[in-house]
């Protein structure tokens, strides 16, 4: 078999990716590695790479924890969406998304329309030991963070099961090796990148 039709059939397939022809959102659990995943991804598609909740904090000029504090979660979440949709309408990039933003049926069918999401899957001990030394998750500033996170991972997990490729976050892969899964998960979606 020439390389040219191993590469027709998917066997020994050497293509690289190019151009970005949609935004790949990166979507989960507070502690997954959107952030670092998705810089590392955008790094390796020589794509931009932009945080929604960075975004939210710039427009604001206040933190998330300020925003919740002085103006809820309500707030933040109608703010959230405004900022996710007015990403997916500039240019393609890579955008990392904070935890609940996927809970939105609206966020949801936004990023399904102009975009790709992808579910950075890892597992409740996974999570828990990349988050229970930081204070800066707004929602984990409980009595019983453990417990608030594992009700939190129950009930979000459904939602981002609805998201259009999942990818697993094993707590072992390096953030270079995970950006190469999300990769080659995308192989199975042409319409995303253009491979070359």
Avoid at 12 to 41: E, N, W, Y
């Amino acid at each position: 078999m020439s390389e040219k039709e191993q590469t027709l059939s998917g066997a020994g397939d050497r293509r690289v990716p190019g151009a970005l022809k949609k935004t790949i959102v990166m979507v989960g659990m507070m502690g997954a590695g959107k952030t670092a995943v998705g810089r590392a991804l955008a790094a390796r598609l020589k794509a931009p790479f932009l945080d929604s909740d960075h975004e939210i904090e710039t427009a604001a000029n206040r933190t998330i924890p300020e925003i919740f504090a002085r103006d809820g979660e309500p707030f933040f979440r109608q703010k959230e969406r405004q900022v996710i949709r007015r990403l997916l309408d500039e240019k393609r990039c890579v955008l990392s998304t904070g935890g609940g933003a996927f809970l939105s049926e609206e966020n949801r069918n936004i990023i399904s329309e102009r975009g790709i999401a992808v579910w950075l899957q890892a597992d409740l001990d996974v999570l828990w030991g990349r988050v229970k030394h930081r204070d800066t998750r707004p929602l984990l500033r409980t009595d019983d963070p453990h417990a608030t996170l594992a009700g939190l991972y129950r009930d979000r997990v459904p939602y981002y099961a609805k998201a259009d490729l999942t990818v697993v976050s094993d707590g072992q892969a390096s953030i270079d090796d995970m950006a190469g899964r999300v990769v080659e998960a995308l192989r199975a979606h042409p319409d995303v990148l253009d491979w070359v």
